[in-house]
């Protein structure tokens, strides 16, 4: 039904002005305290007996099911005079409004914003924030439709948006898409503004506090150093004004980690070293999240597979490509802080060795274009959709090295991604898996179509040490056994330490541990939430396979011991350094790898 609509309102907007398309819309706070935003939003109707108004299931970037229209209270509807019209709902995230033949019908609701995430709206005191996607309806089928916002807000708050200002207080977006993207700071928080290559980049950090002087020296040095290495690799900016939201939370927050936008990011980290210690020292993971976020405004928010060329806003949509969308934007954030001197070539292979331990240490084998397909249900036992990242860009890695070798430096994968966005998003266009493949044999990935069958469809383990040693990098592998218990554990209701899943195979397993047991005792470790027990119980018991391995349980309000033996888990390590002493191949591999210098 929504393609026919979609259809038939592309014909119609053909006859109109494009300003009597224009939706406008207008974000109120009466009342901080309600922790509610005020929408009125205003649609042209040209006459219509029914306008279908909805607000979007997902936000493109977060690859979740979200359903906005969940936080939507007192919803109502008028005509151009000013009269109620009759509505009803005609799907869980549409409104069916009888239009009446109205020139202009106003929406208006209030969205409750009492949740902490990457993709929902949030008011806490005199700060607030959303997501396009959070408030702005649209009405089905006009997606093209150019959109005004206004703000009426209490006194002594202001407003940070990467919506672009018009006049007179009004910001507007070209489209919905441009609209919904949009991230938006208002109340009191800190606003600083960096220049990197004749751009800004703003910064809106929440709680002002926050920003001393020290942290404000050390963000705003990575900022720059980060935005003129990552320009350097794309040549030049994918915008004019790019801004970075930025919540350090006070409150128990067990994430941190951002959102990207076109024109900007929304990260959320805990405060605390995390952030930033007090001399302006940066957690070691803010320059990955910063450099991550900010190479999306490129890959994935303008780069895009074609799967996502346009938006759905309505349900789920499947690509095979999010590993190079998501694991590759990783690598690139790790490249760029090589590059900028952010990071040294120890770190950027340290963080190499995290990725694939994170690889080996899945319980049974996965293909990145499983993760990139599962994304969307966020498995319980083996979350692909998470390890896409260190997967595809320990890919990339693999993939960049074997380009360079094979062209003698003449080629890297930054021919590619420069490639598909001039070859795809200038051409207006997202691209395929097959798009892919041909740019990377046009840069010299030897079989390419050979490679992807065999490590990013298929399921064969990475060929680190044969690929790597081509950069000079030698692999080292170690192997180390531990006991192994074999159980996944949540928080229960009352803070106890809750069995989620039993792995097959397992003491655990072979003990009848079952999933909703309260955790007492294993072996002569207590456990205790507050407590590292696992590590405990590992560093007990270490080398007494085949032990006996009481575990005390709680279940069914009853006490029980269960029987089982200690068994070991043999783990492979893997640790990665440069060579001493590297041939003329190896060292210019690695020079054109970690500086972006080819020899052409």
Request: charged content about 20%; hydrophobic content about 40%.
């Amino acid at each position: 039904m929504r393609h026919v609509l979609s259809l038939l309102a592309a014909v119609a907007v053909v006859a109109v002005p494009l300003a009597g398309q224009t939706v406008r819309y207008e974000v109120s706070v009466p009342d901080p305290s309600s922790q509610l935003f005020h929408v009125k939003a205003e649609f042209p109707a040209a006459g219509k007996d029914t306008l279908l108004l909805s607000l979007p299931a997902w936000s493109p970037g977060n690859y979740e099911i979200q359903n906005y229209a969940r936080y939507v209270r007192h919803f109502t509807a008028r005509d151009a005079a000013g009269k109620s019209l009759f509505w009803d709902r005609a799907d869980k995230d549409t409104w069916r409004v009888a239009a009446g033949k109205s020139a202009r019908v106003t929406a208006e609701f209030d969205f409750l914003a009492d949740t902490i995430d990457f993709s929902i709206a949030r008011i806490r005191g005199d700060f607030g924030q959303f997501l396009g996607t959070n408030l702005f309806l649209f009405e089905e089928g006009q997606l093209a439709r150019p959109a005004e916002v206004r703000f009426a807000l209490p006194t002594g708050w202001r407003v940070t948006t990467a919506l672009k200002p018009g006049s007179g207080g009004v910001y507007v977006a070209s489209d919905y898409h441009e609209l919904a993207d949009a991230e938006t700071f208002v109340g009191k928080f800190a606003l600083d503004s960096v220049p990197v290559d004749g751009h800004w980049i703003r910064l809106a950090l929440w709680p002002g506090e926050d920003y001393t002087p020290a942290v404000a020296q050390s963000l705003r040095t990575s900022i720059a150093k980060i935005g003129a290495e990552e320009n350097a690799i794309m040549g030049g900016p994918s915008y004019d004004v790019y801004t970075i939201f930025f919540n350090v939370e006070h409150d128990p927050v067990s994430f941190g980690g951002g959102l990207e936008h076109s024109y900007g990011q929304y990260d959320i980290m805990p405060a605390g070293p995390d952030f930033a210690t007090p001399d302006g020292h940066l957690g070691s993971f803010m320059h990955p999240l910063l450099a991550h976020e900010l190479f999306h405004s490129w890959n994935v928010k303008r780069i895009r597979p074609a799967a996502m060329w346009p938006y759905d806003y309505h349900a789920e949509q499947y690509t095979p490509l999010l590993w190079w969308s998501e694991g590759v934007t990783d690598y690139y954030a790790d490249l760029t802080n090589l590059r900028s001197g952010l990071w040294t070539a120890a770190d950027f292979l340290g963080n190499a060795e995290q990725n694939v331990e994170q690889i080996e240490s899945a319980p049974e084998p996965w293909s990145e274009e499983d993760g990139s397909e599962a994304t969307w249900i966020s498995e319980v036992f083996v979350n692909s959709s998470q390890l896409y990242y260190p997967k595809g860009s320990v890919t990339g890695l693999l993939l960049d090295i074997s380009m360079r070798d094979a062209t003698g430096n003449r080629h890297g994968l930054d021919d590619v991604m420069r490639a598909l966005f001039t070859r795809y998003y200038r051409e207006n266009q997202g691209f395929t898996t097959a798009d892919l493949l041909s740019l990377l044999k046009e840069f010299g990935v030897p079989d390419a179509a050979g490679f992807y069958a065999r490590y990013i469809r298929g399921r064969e383990p990475l060929p680190y040490d044969s690929v790597l040693a081509k950069a000079g990098i030698a692999v080292h592998h170690d192997s180390v056994s531990s006991p192994f218990l074999g159980v996944g554990t949540a928080a229960s209701p009352d803070g106890k330490v809750m069995v989620q899943h039993v792995n097959p195979g397992t003491a655990a397993e072979a003990a009848d541990v079952r999933p909703g047991d309260i955790l007492i005792q294993v072996g002569d470790v207590n456990v205790a939430p507050d407590s590292d027990w696992a590590s405990e119980f590992r560093a007990h018991y270490r080398g007494k396979a085949g032990a006996p391995l009481p575990i005390t349980v709680q279940r069914d309000g009853r006490r029980l011991t269960l029987q089982a033996k200690v068994q070991e888990h043999v783990s492979t390590t893997l640790s990665l350094s440069l060579v001493p002493a590297p041939t003329a191949s190896q060292a210019r591999v690695w020079h054109g790898l970690s500086t972006g210098a080819l020899d052409r």
